[in-house]
């Protein structure tokens, strides 16, 4: 069976227990097991958080756009054939628009109100949080197109990227900062 570029295969057991995923190339797919394809087409979820709490309690309102895309990621390819098999793309879909609210929220209220209208202390905090969020499906995030008070914030692949490098290296700052010292 041959994979298009613009898809991922995905081979399952009879029983589900094995899920197998392929991308581009000839599969030779067994009849007794059961295939499907995810499509990597990106999809666009707006996302408009109205009254979200943030750390010092201030309600904000939040407005941006993600474009999301099943993952070609060695390690998250198998986790997309796991969650996503069988799903339709509207399903994947609102699925994807689900994750990106709840982690966009928890991003808000990890952050306080006056980091989130400036440019470049709030974006790694939600590129970091969604990310998290998207990945638990086997998906990722290729652009974000923020809107806060009037001002428009455009985030490609390599600034996500260096967005949720900066995220992780700041929580394992933190993470010595405020961890007890061993041996005391």
């Known amino acids: ?5 613009d898809k991922i ?3 399952a057991s009879k029983d589900g227990s094995e899920v197998k995923c392929y ?3 000839r599969v030779f797919v067994p009849l007794f097991r059961a295939k499907a394809f995810l499509d ?3 999809f666009t979820i707006p996302v408009k958080l109205e009254s979200a709490l943030s750390l010092d309690k ?3 309102n939040f407005k941006c756009t993600v474009t999301v895309r099943i993952s070609t990621d060695e390690k998250l390819m198998p986790v997309a054939g796991e969650k996503l098999f069988g799903l339709q793309r509207k399903q994947i879909s609102e699925l994807a628009a689900d994750a990106v609210h709840c982690y966009a929220r928890i ?5 306080y109100a006056g980091e989130i209208d400036i440019e470049g202390v709030f974006f790694p905090v939600l590129a ?9 499906f086997g998906m990722t ?3 974000y197109s923020l809107e806060t008070d009037g001002k428009s914030y455009e985030y490609g692949e390599a600034e996500i990227a260096a967005a949720i490098k900066k995220a992780e290296a700041e929580a394992e700052r933190l993470k010595k900062e405020y961890s007890p010292d061993e041996g005391v």
Request: proline share 6%; charged share 10%; hydrophobic share 40%.
């Open 40 to 42: 990597l087409t990106p």
């Open 141 to 143: 995030a290729v652009n």
């Open 128 to 136: 970091y949080e969604v990310e998290q969020g998207l990945n638990c």
């Open 107 to 111: 991003a808000i209220a990890e952050s």
């Open 58 to 60: 201030c309600s904000i």
């Open 1 to 5: 069976m041959k994979c298009p570029a």
């Open 23 to 25: 991308h581009g190339g």
């Open 9 to 11: 295969l995905v081979v």
